[in-house]
């Protein structure tokens, strides 16, 4: 018997194609990306088998100051994301969280990649993805055993005690959970003076795209302390890696090929082009949760 590639996991493929037949209706209806229902992520995650880690669209150039992680190597426009939301979150905190909660975590990309640059932090990730969990979890486990927690759940109603965690991650996740409602939980969840870091994108220029998430974040307790446009570095990555992202979209069926190649933002796309005409914001913001600094 021929031995398996490395990364491929039947079990996880059949889950996603299983999930096909939810996923017909919302593709047949042409639903927005950032409307699509769960069953999307669960194709795409089942398919992927273990050739992935992020599920974003990434950011260019790479900082050499990102910490270099084998576990990440082959995806570094996708880390690079990571990394500059999380930069800017501790930034804004004033120090190195001591918990930190990613929403829609995934695969644990961005929580491998906190815990090299929070050495001391309590990692917690939430997915609804059992297949997405299940590798976060292998991951994080090897690399720093005990100091990262997983439960499925969604990030509107994060499993969490009122004020507990100093930085609240989310990216690209706000598009798909709604923003308002997801800000008013993430205030929730955050203690003090703990900051939301976020990425996401909106159908606006960026100084609109600004003033939205400040009306929004002082309607729900917090203070938008830190924007900034991302969207030619996110469409600088999207073609320094539509090489690696096509050949991914090779494992979708024929039929949804087309909506697959949308959602990587391949060159030529309705999503890659409404970001480098400037059609689409793609922002990185940070928040903090009234309540004054958190003590060090």
Known sequence: MAPRRPGFDWKRVAGGLLALPRLLPVLWRRTPLGQMQREFYAVVYGLA??????MNFGHAPVDPAMPVLPELAAEPFQASLYFEVLRAGAAALGRAPAVLAEAACGRGGGLRLAAALFPQAR???FDLQPAALAVARDMLAAAVPGRAGFAAADGLRLPLADACAEMVVSVEAMMNLGRPVFMA???RVLAPGGVLATSGSMLKAPAEARAIL???SLARGLELVAFRDLSPGVVAACRADAPRRARLTWIAPWPLRARF???AALPGTPT????A??????????????GGAIPA
């Open 49 to 54: 088998g273990g050739r992935a880690r992020f």
């Open 123 to 125: 990692l917690l990730g």
């Open 185 to 187: 939980e993430a205030a």
């Open 214 to 216: 400040e009306q929004d």
């Open 261 to 263: 190649r949308d959602f």
């Open 272 to 275: 890659f082009e409404a970001y």
């Open 277 to 290: 005409s400037g059609a689409r914001t793609y922002y990185l913001a940070v928040m903090r949760r009234s």
